[in-house]
C-alpha cells in the first residue's frame, strides 16, 4: 500500500506530478515560458492506469523525487526562475 502524496517527474525534466490518490494528481509542466498547472482526478480506466504507472514509474517514463524537489521546483516553475 502507497503513502501519498507519491512524487514524480518525467526524465525530460519539464513536467512534475504531486500523486495524491490512486485517482487523482496534480501535474506542472513547464512549456517555453509558460507554467500550465492541471489538477486531474481520474473517472475512466485509462486515466486510472497512467497513475498507476506513474506510481511504479514502468517504461523508465517517470522518476521518483522527493516533496522538497517537487515543491522548490513549483516555485521555481511559478515565479519564472525555471
Not at 58 to 66: A, Q, T, V
Amino acid at each position: 500500500m502507497n503513502e501519498f502524496p507519491l512524487y514524480r517527474k518525467y526524465t525530460n525534466n519539464e513536467t512534475y506530478f504531486k500523486i495524491l490518490s490512486e485517482n487523482e494528481f496534480e501535474e506542472i509542466q513547464k512549456v517555453g515560458d509558460k507554467v500550465l498547472i492541471y489538477h486531474i482526478e481520474a473517472i475512466q480506466f485509462p486515466e486510472k492506469l497512467r497513475i498507476k504507472d506513474m506510481i511504479d514509474c514502468r517504461e523508465k517514463i517517470w522518476i521518483e523525487l522527493s516533496e522538497e524537489e517537487y515543491e522548490q521546483t513549483k516555485k521555481l516553475f511559478l515565479s519564472g526562475r525555471a
